[in-house]
């Protein structure tokens, strides 16, 4: 699940999952993660874990930056079961710009018409689902992903924009790490729902899943 | 506000010989927010401040090319990316404020390098990483 509210909307400081929240994901998770897969789940306890990531890149240039446990990747799921990992990411200033894939080369957020996807190539569609810093700054980070074992890689494309010669990129990582215990919800609790992202990517009813 | 005082150098061959101002921080960038340059050489001399640092390896197009890493400065700063210039007349002092500086960063670490070897100038430098 991924989670990015506009701009507009007033903040004061991001909800994070907190203990003895309950959690409900998503029937439309795959089979691969039937640990999770439409559970209810009770979050037993929690800590916060902050981390850095950089990068110099030239103008007009793009990183693709894997977030799972891949060798090649930032190793930021969790490596067991019933922990999920709630990462709050905030980016420092910068003329730069983000692209969310899961997996890979599959764009989050893009346009139903078959072209409106993001591309990097393309002077204006670089520019379609992006993310720039200024819509998660590190004071109030707004962008979130929720991790779990065995989650296929979630890829942030960060592209320098034209016109900077070099930018440092640098995102703030708060991750959340929650342990959490399957449970039979109590009447009258509203548990936070966890979409898979294919949901939200297709913007399906989460019927029929991936 | 951290201050930072070195001797501007002209490059030596080969190696950094330069002023170092302050290292480069690996999550953060640096604002300049002042510079105070005094030349007590006979001469005027023209200072730089270059930014020098190693980019990662990236793509580019839409084949997503390689774009390799490259070295700006780390072994030879004249190498890296002049950030300000500024030239200095024989045995003034010259003070750029806040207002003269706004806007200028640095993603690495900070060298000032002088015209000539033995210039003895002296700068000041008042830096924020953020």
């Known amino acids: 699940m991924i989670e990015l509210r506009p701009v507009e909307v007033p903040t004061t400081r991001p909800k994070i999952i907190l203990p003895d929240w309950w959690l409900k994901f998503s029937d439309a998770f795959p089979d691969t993660l039937d640990h999770v897969k439409g559970k209810t789940v009770k979050v037993l306890k929690q800590q916060q874990v902050k981390h850095e990531l950089s990068w110099i890149i030239k103008e007009a240039c793009y990183k693709d930056v894997n977030l799972s446990n891949d060798d090649a990747g930032e190793k930021l799921y969790p490596d067991v079961a019933d922990n999920i990992y709630e990462v709050l990411i905030g980016f420092k200033p910068g003329n730069y710009l983000c692209h969310v894939f899961f997996p890979a080369e599959y764009p989050i957020y893009r346009l139903d018409y078959p072209d409106m996807s993001p591309l990097i190539s393309s002077a204006s569609l670089k520019y379609l689902g992006a993310i720039k810093p200024e819509d998660s700054p590190v004071d109030n980070p707004i962008f979130k992903l929720y991790l779990v074992f065995k989650l296929k890689p979630i890829i942030l494309r960060l592209y320098a924009d034209d016109g900077v010669d070099y930018e440092k990129i640098s995102l703030e990582l708060t991750v959340n790490r929650c342990l959490m215990q399957e449970g039979v919800l109590p009447p009258g609790v509203t548990p936070k729902p966890i979409q898979y992202l294919d949901e939200i990517k297709w913007l399906s009813l989460g019927a029929g899943g991936a | ?130």
């Open chain 2, 1 to 130: 506000m951290p201050a930072v005082r070195s001797e501007a150098l002209a490059a030596v061959s080969g190696g950094i010989g330069s002023g170092k101002l302050w290292s480069a921080h690996k999550h953060k960038r640096a604002e300049l927010l002042g510079l105070t340059v005094d030349n007590r050489y006979t001469a005027p001399q023209t200072i730089k401040l270059y930014d020098s640092f190693a980019t990662d390896a990236s793509k580019t197009g839409a084949a997503g090319a390689t774009q390799a890493a490259e070295f700006r400065g780390t072994s030879n700063v004249q190498s890296g990316f002049i950030r300000l210039e500024m030239t200095v007349p024989a045995g003034e002092t010259q003070k750029l404020g806040k207002e003269d500086c706004e806007g200028i960063e640095f993603l690495g670490r900070a060298n000032a390098i002088a015209d000539t070897t033995t210039s003895d100038c002296v700068i000041i430098a008042q830096y924020k990483l953020k």
